[in-house]
């Protein structure tokens, strides 16, 4: 089975950053995505750590610690059209099983 | 290009009543997958088919549901005796190949009401 766990909500000013972790509890895990979820909206890729370290997209970066089972997505200079839900999820290596495996979401709200 | 398209957006349904959900995946993907999100929460997977065949149904929650995919494109996600329960909406996303690392693309849902 998998523990997946990520805050429920966050806040943050416009311009600023905000930091959302993600610890996971997953036997035979592979790699770990992020997805961003607008109301109402299908999820959307942001990115894919499979190795430990940090990705750097623009104004989001996502870092992977496999030993500690720890995965944060990092949001630069907060825009308005930031503020949705963040999906973690991860996948596992065995066999057949490419499915992803989601937390609840963190919901980010930007503030003016 | 065309993305995952799902029909329709939105069923209304009796309980007790059967309803089919469309997804027409992006053209060339041969692994599509359905998820069910609850509000508040994230996609729980479903069923996962790489071409016409089901590789992987052990998120089913019962015999309830069964889906379909004849042609290796289109699938259908079919729901018997429909349960106040089953609301929620129902993604469907695909990808180029099956593979831990291949992003998948998603639809944006049917929301599916259960009266």
């Known amino acids: 089975g998998q523990n997946i766990d990520q805050p429920t909500e966050m806040t943050a000013t416009e311009g600023a950053i905000v930091q959302i972790n993600c610890t996971y509890q997953?036997?035979?895990?592979?790699?770990l995505f992020w997805y961003q979820q607008h109301a109402g909206e299908a999820p959307t890729f942001l990115s894919y750590?499979?190795?430990?370290g940090l990705e750097e997209k623009g104004r989001f970066s996502s870092f992977l610690s496999r030993s500690k089972g720890y995965s944060y997505l990092l949001l630069k200079e907060l825009q308005m059209k930031d503020s949705a839900s963040y999906l973690c999820?991860?996948?596992?290596?065995?066999?057949?099983?490419?499915?992803?495996?989601f937390g609840a979401g963190t919901t980010v709200t930007v503030r003016a | 290009g065309a993305g995952v398209s799902q029909t329709p957006s939105n069923k209304v349904t009796e309980k007790g009543k059967y309803v089919e959900l469309r997804c027409d995946p992006i053209?060339?993907?041969?692994?599509l997958y359905w998820y069910r999100q609850s509000l508040g929460q994230g996609p729980e997977f479903l069923i996962y088919?790489?071409?016409?065949?089901?590789?992987?149904d052990s998120g089913l929650p019962n015999d309830r549901f069964f889906a379909v995919r004849p042609e290796g494109s289109v699938s259908t996600l079919k729901i018997q005796r429909t349960e106040r329960g089953d609301s929620a909406v129902y993604l469907c996303?695909?990808?180029?190949?099956?593979?831990?690392?291949?992003?998948?693309?998603f639809g944006p849902g049917t929301r599916l009401t259960v009266l």
């Open positions: 996303a695909s990808s180029f190949a099956s593979g831990g690392g291949n992003e998948q693309f």
């Open positions: 997953t036997s035979g895990f592979n790699g």
């Open positions: 750590n499979v190795l430990d």
């Open positions: 999820a991860v996948t596992r290596k065995r066999s057949n099983d490419y499915k992803l495996s």
């Open positions: 053209s060339g993907h041969t692994a």
């Open positions: 088919f790489q071409g016409t065949g089901a590789a992987d």
